[in-house]
């Protein structure tokens, strides 16, 4: 067996199987399993030869279940016959018309990844053995898959109960010869394309529409895509709050192991494991407030050689006078009177300080959509279900089981969980970005991010627009499908679960979050680089060991009458020394990394220009997972 190709046998396939085959990979399908499945098919052919009643195969369906179908045609009787007529028995007919008249879905196309995935979880879990399609009818399933056939399969059309039965009867109509399909990317009828790739139109059996059409696999294919993305994106997301808060020079403590011991969610544990990985071996987080400059507009005099003339600012502090740190003594014992970018608080704005149960809470989302997910994988979801080795049966109904797998509630709510969840993901990271481009917040860095030397820049300040509306149309998109339930097939089907509607909104929704999190990514890379220029210029002034050059960029001096010179004086020196004996300040190797495969698509935005560019290169590289390598 190729290393492409998934083996399935309907117990067996895992969300990264589906992903495989939703790009590419092929099928092959379980030997033993297919006995079972021909097994049950016989068994059905048996029961219909001794007349018994069996819903959906001697029966009409939904509301016309009370319906038992005739030794022949009625509207053969009707004046001029019945010349529309499929060839055929009568439960022939009854499953073509199933497929053909279901097939009613409207909107643009799915993607092909989507239908793929279709294909690969109906034919698992028709090779459970319960549903009474023959083998023949599924290894042609399995065909259309393998032959690159992939049915038009419009996406609006289910209501997520008795299956996802309009969007699954365009994939079977393909099969009778119906419908259109891609090949190649060639979009063209079904007898076309099935004729292109070498096979032929089949004709249903006993309870083979049925079995088709009837299950829960629009959502499930759509809920297992969306959730390799939220896994994909959750790690984006936490790699650019580990960015920002590099940027930040911020605070470490509410990330250690400790503190999230005494609130275990999985989560949360892991996501602080996360951050505190990637941010290892920074030496911004947790800097001393005193090293860290404030940003001043770049002026022809602001430097003193040649090499730091070509920094793209200026850097300042304020000096705090002895007669301002009276109550604040012990303060000013551990860190040098010296006021720069960092604001002298203990804690982090929420967007920083909360990452973990934020982040964590979102992941706790998609973790128990992905039980939910994994258990419907291996599913039998269609209605009835059949039994053909029941014990001791009495009646037919004991071995073919009217019940209700197909209804898609457990997926619903699992996806209403993580549709509630990207907006919250997407908002926390829109703050950070806010942040640091609001000089008033972002701990000394330039307004929006940019020199603005000559007053005619605004850098950044878009960028944050971009994002906020992201956030509020991903918001107003995260309203639960799950909670309106509208009644099918003249209420037979009175409660249904909208499952497929909320999948396809998830999936949809995943876009957008990718490209909020690409936007704090492009503007915390700025970031960054301003912050590590910045602290390690003003190593480099401390460095030439001239105490008056650190001094030309502190503010509140005093005179040299003043009687708080000399004091001033020492302090001064004492930054200097501090500055000059730090080792260079950078970001966790990880961010690093990150920031270094940004900068090989993106250049540091010295000055105003295009940047449209820009952002579509950043939401390729988030899209792609790129960054995560």
């Not at 400790?258 to 990637?278: D, I, S, Y």
């Not at 009177?337 to 934020?358: E, M, N, S, T, W």
């Not at 509020?472 to 409660?495: C, G, I, M, Q, W």
Request: with cysteine.
């Amino acid at each position: 067996m190729s290393a492409n190709t998934i083996h399935l046998d309907g117990v067996s396939l895992t969300r990264a199987q589906v992903a495989q085959v939703a790009a590419g990979a092929g099928v092959t399908l379980d030997e033993t399993q297919l006995q079972r499945v021909q097994r049950t098919a016989d068994f059905l052919a048996e029961k219909v030869d001794c007349g018994e009643p069996i819903y959906g195969v001697t029966t009409g369906f939904g509301s016309n279940a009370d319906r038992l179908l005739g030794a022949h045609r009625a509207r053969d009787e009707l004046p001029g016959g019945h010349p529309d007529a499929p060839e055929g028995t009568l439960m022939e007919e009854l499953q073509h018309n199933l497929i053909v008249t279901h097939a009613v879905c409207v909107g643009a196309p799915f993607a092909v990844e989507v239908v793929r995935a279709m294909l690969v979880i109906r034919i698992n879990t028709l090779m459970r053995g319960h549903s009474g399609i023959r083998v023949q009818t599924l290894q042609a399933l399995a065909a259309l898959l393998n032959r690159g056939v992939i049915p038009v399969i419009p996406q609006k059309g289910s209501v997520g109960a008795s299956g996802d039965l309009a969007p699954l009867s365009h994939l079977a109509i393909v099969l009778l010869g119906g419908g259109e399909a891609f090949v190649d990317g060639e979009r063209m009828p079904g007898a076309e394309a099935l004729a292109k790739v070498g096979l032929e139109p089949i004709r249903l059996s006993f309870k083979e529409g049925l079995a088709l059409n009837n299950g829960t696999t629009q959502m499930l294919a759509t809920a297992v895509l969306a959730l390799e993305k939220m896994q994909q994106l959750l790690e984006t997301a936490d790699v650019a709050a580990a960015m920002s808060l590099d940027a930040f020079a911020g605070r470490s403590g509410a990330l250690r192991e400790e503190v999230h011991a005494l609130r275990p969610h999985p989560g949360q544990v892991e996501t602080a494991q996360r951050m505190r990985a990637l941010l290892a071996e920074s030496t911004l987080v947790d800097i001393p407030y005193h090293l860290v400059p404030k940003f001043r507009a770049w002026t022809v005099d602001a430097w003193n050689t040649h090499e730091a003339q070509a920094h793209r600012f200026d850097l300042y502090w304020d000096w705090v006078p002895a007669n301002q740190r009276h109550g604040r003594e012990a303060f000013y014992n551990r860190f040098l009177p010296f006021k720069g970018g960092k604001k002298h608080q203990p804690q982090d704005a929420y967007c920083l300080r909360c990452i973990p149960q934020v982040h964590g809470a979102v992941r706790d989302a998609v973790d128990q959509a992905c039980r939910v997910i994994d258990i419907e994988l291996n599913a039998v979801t269609d209605n009835p279900l059949v039994f053909p080795d029941a014990e001791n049966p009495r009646y037919i109904e004991d071995q073919v089981i009217s019940a209700g797998h197909f209804h898609g509630m457990p997926l619903a709510l699992a996806m209403s969980y993580v549709k509630a969840a990207i907006p919250v993901l997407a908002s926390i990271s829109e703050r950070r970005l806010n942040k640091l481009v609001d000089p008033a917040n972002n701990d000394g860095l330039p307004a929006f991010l940019t020199g603005n030397e000559d007053a005619t820049d605004s850098g950044f300040m878009i960028v944050q627009y971009t994002a906020a509306a992201l956030v509020n149309d991903l918001a107003t998109r995260a309203h639960p499908a799950s909670v309106y339930s509208v009644p099918t097939s003249a209420n037979a089907e009175d409660h249904v679960s909208m499952g497929a509607n909320e999948a396809r909104h998830v999936l949809e929704m995943t876009e957008d979050l990718g490209h909020a999190l690409a936007l704090e990514l492009y503007t915390a890379a700025q970031a960054l680089e301003y912050r590590q220029d910045m602290l390690n210029a003003a190593r480099e002034l401390a460095g030439q060991g001239d105490w008056e050059l650190l001094a030309a960029k502190i503010a509140g001096a005093p005179r040299e009458d003043h009687p708080q010179h000399a004091q001033f004086v020492e302090e001064v020196r004492g930054l200097m020394k501090a500055l000059a004996e730090a080792g260079e300040f950078h970001a966790g190797v990880a961010v690093r990394r990150v920031l270094e495969r940004l900068r090989r698509k993106i250049d540091f935005l010295r000055s105003d220009r295009p940047m449209d560019g820009d952002v579509q290169r950043v939401c390729a590289l988030v899209a792609s997972g790129e960054l995560l390598d």
